[in-house]
């Protein structure tokens, strides 16, 4: 006898799997669809700093045998790390009642370049004027995208950090100004990113922690250059205080004394001999890293730097077009030294290191004067051509 109650159920149960396995389908082809993970919605420029994307430098990885990844710093919404630096002294000051939004008040800030574009955007963002004082010698291209923000620009001559006219007291002495001036309740502040120590306290609590899980708790070499130092001392207090055994590097450029400090404890470079100095300022066409003081925020992460890697500028240029030839990457100079600085990590310590660099600037930002120069080299550079001494692994 035709049991029509088993069958029924049976059916039922074949087409509620099949309506299943469908959906499943479905939503893997979705899935298929998408090129990235989406990010979810989120409100105002501001929400959009931090949680930057972590890449594999393939070509990198090929020729040393090590992993070599890179944390798209340049991915923040103006362009580089500073976005989180700025956004943290900001709310700093809110905290503190020193700021308040759409007030007129101003901030002002010496940089020569990606601090000051991250407060020119914050600053529209969140209801403030920026005031950003910066040698005239800056890129072109950082100026006139300071200009097109709406900042005030006050560009003086490269000079020494005891020159009142230097860019940070420039901007040290503006913010004083209208402070004491009474005819006005306008507030202003001076961020001071080489001393404040909100700067290298947001790396410890976000860009560390984010380079931590991205590597899932497994990296043997972190690598940056300073400029303040913030983001090398922050994220290796934090890398350090999780595994004591990873190695931090300072990727240093030439005329910088910081690789010196670091290596020797000496803060001295041959450019400081008398008569051979051509500027004021770290003779190198690289941007936003090298000094010959110590800052505050370098200060705080001296301890935890293991060595430096002094790269020289042709090395630099010949990886940024390497970088771009072979992997697509079209980064800053400060990014391409620090590729210098991961590969001779690579080949000192042999193979199957995982090794992270901060990518923490566009190749656009710098058309005029570090591109100008990388754009004229051939496009079959190879890493013998950068790095002379290295051997195969
Ligand atoms: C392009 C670029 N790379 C790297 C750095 C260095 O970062 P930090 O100031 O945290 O040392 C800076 C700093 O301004 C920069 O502008």
């Given at each position: 006898?035709?049991?029509?109650?088993?069958?029924?159920?049976?059916?039922?149960?074949?087409?509620?799997?099949?309506?299943?396995?469908?959906?499943?389908?479905?939503?893997?082809?979705?899935?298929?669809?998408?090129?990235?993970?989406?990010?979810?919605?989120?409100?105002?420029?501001?929400?959009?700093?931090?949680?930057?994307?972590?890449?594999?430098?393939?070509?990198?990885?090929?020729?040393?045998?090590?992993?070599?990844?890179?944390?798209?710093?340049?991915?923040?919404?103006?362009?580089?790390?500073?976005?989180?630096?700025?956004?943290?002294?900001?709310?700093?000051?809110?905290?503190?009642?020193?700021?308040?939004?759409?007030?007129?008040?101003?901030?002002?800030?010496?940089?020569?370049?990606?601090?000051?574009?991250?407060?020119?955007?914050?600053?529209?963002?969140?209801?403030?004027?920026?005031?950003?004082?910066?040698?005239?010698?800056?890129?072109?291209?950082?100026?006139?995208?300071?200009?097109?923000?709406?900042?005030?620009?006050?560009?003086?001559?490269?000079?020494?950090?005891?020159?009142?006219?230097?860019?940070?007291n420039a901007a040290r002495y503006g913010a004083q100004k209208?402070?004491?001036?009474?005819?006005?309740?306008?507030?202003?502040?001076?961020?001071?990113?080489f001393e404040n120590d909100f700067n290298w306290r947001i790396?410890?609590?976000?860009?560390?922690?984010?380079?931590?899980?991205?590597?899932?708790?497994?990296?043997?070499?972190?690598?940056?250059g300073s400029g303040t130092g913030g983001t090398i001392a922050?994220?290796?207090?934090?890398?350090?205080?999780?595994?004591?055994?990873?190695?931090?590097?300072?990727?240093?450029?030439?005329?910088?004394?910081?690789?010196?400090?670091?290596?020797?404890?000496?803060?001295?470079?041959?450019?400081?001999?008398?008569?051979?100095?051509?500027?004021?300022?770290?003779?190198?066409?690289?941007?936003?890293?090298?000094?010959?003081?110590?800052?505050?925020?370098?200060?705080?992460?001296?301890?935890?730097?293991?060595?430096?890697?002094?790269?020289?500028?042709?090395?630099?240029?010949?990886?940024?077009?390497?970088?771009?030839?072979?992997?697509?990457?079209?980064?800053?100079?400060?990014?391409?030294?620090?590729?210098?600085?991961?590969?001779?990590?690579?080949?000192?310590?042999?193979?199957?290191?995982?090794?992270?660099?901060?990518?923490?600037?566009?190749?656009?930002?710098?058309?005029?004067?570090?591109?100008?120069?990388?754009?004229?080299?051939?496009?079959?550079?190879?890493?013998?051509?950068?790095?002379?001494?290295?051997?195969?692994?």
């Amino acid at each position: 006898m035709i049991n029509w109650k088993l069958i029924l159920r049976s059916s039922a149960a074949i087409v509620s799997a099949l309506i299943i396995l469908q959906r499943i389908h479905e939503q893997l082809n979705n899935n298929k669809k998408r090129l990235t993970t989406l990010s979810p919605r989120s409100r105002g420029v501001e929400s959009l700093i931090g949680n930057t994307p972590m890449i594999e430098i393939k070509s990198l990885s090929k020729l040393t045998g090590c992993k070599i990844y890179a944390k798209l710093e340049l991915m923040n919404p103006a362009g580089s790390a500073k976005d989180r630096v700025a956004l943290s002294i900001i709310r700093a000051n809110e905290k503190l009642g020193k700021l308040k939004p759409n007030h007129g008040d101003v901030i002002f800030e010496g940089t020569s370049g990606s601090t000051g574009i991250s407060f020119a955007v914050l600053a529209n963002a969140l209801g403030y004027k920026a005031h950003i004082c910066l040698p005239d010698d800056t890129s072109p291209e950082k100026m006139q995208l300071l200009k097109s923000l709406g900042a005030e620009l006050e560009p003086v001559k490269p000079a020494s950090i005891v020159d009142p006219n230097q860019y940070t007291n420039a901007a040290r002495y503006g913010a004083q100004k209208i402070n004491e001036d009474s005819s006005n309740n306008k507030n202003a502040i001076f961020a001071d990113q080489f001393e404040n120590d909100f700067n290298w306290r947001i790396h410890y609590s976000s860009t560390g922690p984010e380079i931590w899980e991205q590597m899932e708790e497994n990296l043997d070499v972190f690598i940056n250059g300073s400029g303040t130092g913030g983001t090398i001392a922050g994220v290796s207090k934090y890398l350090k205080e999780k595994n004591d055994r990873i190695k931090i590097v300072l990727a240093d450029p030439q005329g910088s004394g910081l690789a010196n400090r670091v290596n020797y404890g000496v803060m001295y470079d041959s450019v400081e001999r008398e008569g051979t100095r051509r500027r004021h300022q770290v003779d190198t066409l690289v941007e936003g890293i090298g000094l010959n003081r110590l800052t505050w925020n370098f200060q705080q992460g001296e301890h935890n730097i293991d060595e430096a890697i002094r790269v020289r500028d042709e090395q630099a240029l010949k990886m940024a077009k390497f970088l771009c030839i072979n992997d697509g990457l079209f980064w800053g100079s400060s990014s391409a030294i620090n590729c210098v600085a991961a590969v001779k990590t690579a080949f000192k310590y042999g193979p199957g290191q995982k090794i992270v660099i901060i990518a923490c600037d566009s190749g656009a930002r710098h058309l005029s004067k570090f591109w100008k120069d990388a754009a004229e080299l051939p496009n079959d550079i190879t890493l013998q051509d950068i790095i002379e001494d290295i051997k195969s692994p």
